[in-house]
């Protein structure tokens, strides 16, 4: 970026110089020695010289400046300045610094007094700018805008992944469920703890530990909480996305499936356990394969006693929970079960019988029928109603239909969850509502597939509604007012957008064709984006070196420069992770079981059958569905009055 317009730096002015790549800093401070020609030579504290063009010097703050609660307060308004009164608040616990109505959210990584019903008290109904810059002065903000316009809100809290998002949005929800119930505020109402009860059952079954999150949501979340004409809280609704599922059966080496498995199996009464048949988490494959099972400060058994009373506040008793931890624990068993294929046949191997026992009781299914369609397909050549015929599934291809099935029981489980949730507080008598919006945070791992696209592609579509309600609408509002104002330039990420959601050769328009090709793989599938989208300047091939440590094939991966910075994903799976499809056969024999709870997660399973189609199952695209939901949410919040939270890590 250019420094600031108007600035001549001189002799003895301290000012930022960027640094390279070899340091972790993205600025320094130096002392300007001379200014000759236009270049300027400075030196850090080190004694460090430089010699850089005028235009890539930046001025310091004065010193009375440092540390100031807003960012526009600052007499020079720049990245580095900015950056470094973040950093001065930051080293004094002040994690909260203001742009504007924009609050920046800086991660503290430890316990802070700052919450609670007494600092809750002090910020309701107070001005922005007369206490400390803090999350719940942008939630009262919110709350009064809804009192005073009768319009629906939103609080978009965005960031990359670990920044504290997640958080950011409890202490928003105990806010507004403290100031917004009908009791006094700072205290909560029972209908506001069923509300604020759906957190830790939705981050038990949702979150997971990631390689740099603890506790990284997996799934994206818009909560709206309804109010009445009076601006009383009556009830909650929340609408998921994108349920990474396919974290039940495989994990990166030092990262850990869903929370709750950890929970229940450390957690859970005796007796529960043993009526699930549960023993120890080295026992089951989908838990033992990353190498990791606990977490650093993280007690799974007393989180378990958190989830079950907080599902006992929304009506889910102690025997939907053993039905809950039933379902899970056949998951667990499934994954056990390993298929061997032998001559023309495909069975079970010696030492997953036991396995295959325990998912037949738990989930109330004949043994024989249960190892049945899950080592065979049933195709109907031509239609519906003609006449079926059976093949018989390799041992990998059994396997597969076996991930395939845990993952979808997982998914209709997390959906009931949610549907229940939302039953228990239905805000019936709802006039205008407050839409809290957690989506997964921005990722850029040693490895990239499917989900992190998805996640990415999401939140280049939140900066993009950033961006035009920040910068573009207001500027429009000073054009229509006749104001004058210094147009501030920034870019638009439409182009990004379109290289994956374009309907004719966006990424996932590519990503569909292929998978409805019978002999295309995932190799296929990345040639044929860097074919269709040779010469796009957001999309480039993978090339080894510094910043890309893997070597990697054209056939084997492609690299999105997304406004956050280049990621290179690995297509492997890629086809796999878009096919959401089940095999009628499937579907049906769950809803055969003899056990009550599964017949009710499962009560339409026979009627699908038509939505599935004929050939075993037609492909159900996920970043169709994906793509269908995040249209819808972005429409809902176009209708609102947006406010904006920016966490950072």
């Not at 920034?490 to 019978?518: H, S, T, W």
Request: proline letters at 4%.
């Amino acid at each position: 970026m250019a420094n600031t317009a108007g600035y001549t730096p001189m002799k003895g002015d301290k000012v930022w110089i960027a640094c390279d790549d070899t340091t972790p800093e993205a600025y320094v401070q130096c002392t300007v020695k001379e200014v000759v020609d236009g270049k300027v030579t400075c030196f850090d504290k080190d004694y460090k010289q430089s010699v850089l063009p005028v235009n890539a010097v930046f001025p310091v703050n004065p010193p009375h400046m440092e540390g100031v609660r807003d960012n526009t307060e600052l007499m020079y308004l720049q990245d580095p300045s900015l950056l470094h009164n973040i950093r001065v608040r930051y080293s004094k616990d002040e994690i909260y610094t203001y742009t504007a109505y924009i609050l920046i959210a800086v991660n503290p990584y430890k316990p802070l007094p700052l919450y609670g019903p007494e600092i809750i008290k002090q910020y309701a109904g107070q001005p922005m700018n007369k206490l400390p810059p803090h999350v719940y002065a942008v939630a009262d903000r919110c709350y009064r805008s809804l009192k005073g316009s009768k319009r629906n809100q939103s609080i978009v809290v965005s960031g990359e992944s670990g920044a504290g998002k997640t958080e950011s949005c409890k202490h928003i929800m105990r806010f507004l469920a403290s100031v917004g119930g009908e009791g006094p505020i700072g205290t909560i109402d029972e209908l506001e703890q069923k509300i604020l009860d759906a957190n830790p059952i939705l981050e038990a079954f949702g979150n997971a530990k990631t390689l740099r999150n603890n506790n990284s949501s997996r799934f994206g979340k818009f909560t709206e909480l309804n109010f009445n004409a009076n601006t009383v809280m009556v009830g909650a609704a929340i609408e998921t996305y994108l349920l990474e599922k396919s974290r039940l059966v495989g994990q990166a080496k030092g990262e850990r499936c869903f929370h709750i498995f950890y929970q229940i199996l450390k957690g859970a009464p005796a007796p529960m356990k043993s009526a699930a048949l549960l023993t120890s988490v080295t026992d089951y494959e989908y838990l033992r394969m990353s190498g990791c099972d606990t977490i650093e400060g993280v007690d799974d058994a007393r989180d378990f006693q958190v989830v079950s009373k907080a599902m006992s506040g929304l009506g889910i008793n102690e025997q939907y929970q053993q039905s809950l931890i039933n379902v899970m624990a056949a998951l667990l068993h499934m994954g056990n079960i390993k298929f061997v294929q032998q001559d023309e046949n495909t069975s079970v191997l010696p030492a997953s019988q036991a396995a295959l026992a325990a998912v037949s009781r738990l989930f109330g299914l004949n043994v024989d029928v249960l190892l049945n369609r899950m080592t065979t397909r049933v195709m109907r050549i031509g239609g519906p109603t003609r006449e079926p015929i059976t093949i018989t599934l390799s041992g990998q291809e059994a396997n597969y239909a076996r991930d395939s099935l845990a993952k979808f029981i997982y998914g209709e489980l997390f959906n009931w969850l949610v549907k229940r949730i939302n039953e228990s507080v239905p805000g019936k008598s709802s006039s205008n509502f407050i839409g809290i919006l957690d989506i997964s945070g921005f990722e850029i791992f040693e490895s990239n597939s499917f989900e992190q696209l998805c996640i990415n592609f999401a939140n280049e579509k939140i900066q993009q509604y950033f961006n035009r309600q920040i910068l573009q609408q207001e500027q429009e509002i000073y054009e229509l007012e006749g104001l004058r104002y210094r147009k501030v330039e920034y870019q638009d990420n439409q182009e990004i957008i379109d290289l994956v959601e374009d309907k004719r050769k966006g990424v996932f328009a590519l990503l569909n064709e292929e998978c409805l090709m019978p002999k295309a793989t995932d190799k296929t599938f990345s040639l044929k984006v860097h074919t269709n989208l040779a010469g796009n300047k957001y999309l480039s091939k993978p090339i080894y070196g510094k910043k890309q440590k893997k070597r990697l094939n054209d056939d084997e991966a492609f690299v999105v420069k997304h406004f956050a910075g280049e990621v290179v994903y690995e297509t492997v799976h890629f086809l796999d992770k878009n096919n959401d499809t089940i095999h009628d056969e499937l579907i049906s024999m769950l809803s055969d079981s003899t056990v009550p709870f599964m017949q009710a997660l499962f009560p339409k399973a026979q009627e699908e059958e038509c939505a599935y189609g004929a050939m075993g199952g037609r492909f159900k695209s996920v970043s169709n569905r994906f793509q269908l939901q995040l249209a819808k949410l972005m429409t809902k919040l176009e209708a609102t009055v947006s406010h904006f939270i920016r966490c950072i890590k």
